[in-house]
């Protein structure tokens, strides 16, 4: 069974944002980003197939390896959903901070 997974799926796994904390600061074979983690291969491979096909992770092949690209478009889509959640926890937490600046405490 092949199951659809979506970019919030991708990112909730902590190892897989660290590979994309890795992969964007520059492009990285598979073993390269497997280096950094104390799993098995296989595992990592796993991980870099799900941000793939979440198309999170771009895969470009030179000679015999394939580099792993970040997708910045695909994060900025992320960013812009989750914005105006920001925006509106941000109105909360002004207004909270203007009703304790006078709020006086009861002796």
Known sequence: MNLRRDVFQAIAD???RAILVLVAS?????????????????TVSKHLQILTACELLAQVQHGREIYYHFNAQKMKEIADFIEPFRDM????????????KHYKPEK
Request: charged residues 20%; positive net charge; hydrophobic residues 40%.
């Open 26 to 42: 520059q492009s990285m074979t598979a073993g390269a980003i497997a280096a950094n983690f104390n799993t098995a291969r296989p």
């Open 14 to 16: 902590p190892t897989r």
């Open 89 to 100: 926890w941000d109105e909360r937490f002004n207004k909270l901070e203007s009703m304790m």
